[in-house]
């Protein structure tokens, strides 16, 4: 099952420098992702030393997942693999998005850092 919704709101912030949250938001649904940019010891070990993503409530979340994304001026898909379908309880999110150029910009740089390898920009 692939979710699919229009958003209320784009959000990228890395302003306090330690983490950076990127967040499709409506009323009912949202997709965040998360970023540390250092990663202790602590979080090596633990598995948590990449991204978080969760959707629509903490217990659809969990670290890694991710096998595609395809970055659109309007919308946003994201392709998850197996880790990603168990943590978020789908196989996949379409978000449709309306913002602003200058927060686009942010959005398709700051997805740069994080999903290099496996990110698609159209």
Not at 7 to 22: H, K, Q, S, Y
Not at 29 to 45: G, S
């Amino acid at each position: 099952m692939i979710l699919h919704f229009e958003t209320d709101a784009v959000e990228v912030d890395d302003e306090d420098g330690d983490v950076l949250i990127i967040g499709f938001y409506t009323e009912d649904n949202y997709l965040m992702i998360q970023t540390a940019y250092q990663f202790d010891e602590q979080d090596v070990k633990l598995g948590m030393d990449t991204y978080h993503i969760e959707r629509d409530d903490q217990s659809y979340g969990g670290y890694g997942g991710v096998a595609k994304i395809i970055l659109q001026r309007a919308h946003i898909e994201v392709a998850l693999d197996e880790v990603g379908k168990k943590n978020l309880q789908c196989d996949g999110l379409k978000i449709d998005f309306d913002t602003d150029e200058e927060t686009y910009q942010q959005l398709e740089e700051k997805l740069k850092e994080i999903f290099l390898n496996v990110l698609q920009i159209k």
